[in-house]
């Protein structure tokens, strides 16, 4: 089933002079996202891979209704991110870095201030959170300042926060990027049980590894275009994705190396 269409995306964003300069350019518009279009299903993990600055995290934060499109839609469960961006949240997850959680508050009373912006009845949200504070090995830090807590503890919260509301769609910017090894094999998977549980995952990153080991389709972003969108044993083709990516990237790319 369907659960997520991008259809013609597109979003051009103004550059200041710093930002003109650090790019080197004349131009004072930059297209993050030209003419994007992808669909997710349920019960499967899709990436969207491509270097920095590839237009990943624009399309993520355009998916989770944080910016608008200046063409193009998308519709998540049937709802548009441009007409129904409430229906959107109610059942979306979105986590990125750039998203910080106060750190003067506890993890628990975070999850249960998040909990209440969703209307969970209490013995909903009490019995969730139990879930996903043993998931990720948190009660015990559970009243602690967020602010003292390492950089994975942090990541691990953050995730469990945006589980709160128990979405159908949950979408991920870089879900292991400056993770320990071990927090980041919790992470990849918890992806696999969310994915078991029947929802729809959208993962965005540059590392080809977490593609492999977890995704069922991938869309390639190079320079805010989508190259190739395909299953993951497609577009791979016999070869590794790193080769597949970069034969895409020299053929499609003016950039040279």
Same mark, same amino acid.
């Given at each position: ?28 518009? =930059? ?36 910016? =608008? ?12 991110? =441009? ?175």
């Amino acid at each position: 089933m369907i659960i997520l269409q991008a259809d013609g995306v597109r979003k051009t964003f103004t550059l200041s002079a710093k930002q003109m300069k650090i790019n080197k350019t004349k131009d004072k518009t =930059k297209v993050a996202l030209d003419g994007v279009s992808f669909t997710a299903y349920a019960g499967e993990i899709y990436g969207l891979l491509g270097p920095n600055g590839a237009g990943k995290t624009t399309m993520m934060r355009i998916i989770s209704t944080l910016i =608008k499109a200046d063409e193009g839609d998308v519709t998540l469960m049937g709802h548009s991110v =441009k007409t129904s961006p409430d229906n959107v949240r109610k059942n979306l997850a979105f986590l990125t870095s750039e998203l910080k959680l106060e750190e003067f508050f506890t993890p628990s009373y975070i999850y249960d201030f998040y909990s209440d912006l969703h209307n969970i009845p209490h013995h909903i949200r009490n019995e969730r959170k139990k879930l996903l504070f043993d998931k990720f090995g948190i009660h015990k830090f559970s009243e602690v300042k967020v602010g003292e807590l390492s950089t994975g503890m942090k990541q691990k919260v953050s995730i469990a926060v945006s589980l709160a509301h128990d979405p159908s769609v949950i979408v991920y910017d870089e879900p292991t990027n400056g993770l320990d090894i071990i927090t980041a094999k919790i992470v990849t998977d918890f992806l696999l049980d969310l994915k078991a549980q029947g929802k729809c995952i959208i993962v965005s990153t540059h590392i080809f590894s977490l593609i492999e080991k977890v995704c069922d389709r991938v869309g390639i972003i190079i320079e805010g275009r989508m190259v190739r969108e395909d299953t993951l044993s497609n577009v791979c083709n016999g070869k590794s994705l790193e080769d597949a990516f970069f034969d895409l990237y020299y053929a499609t790319s003016p950039v040279t190396m």
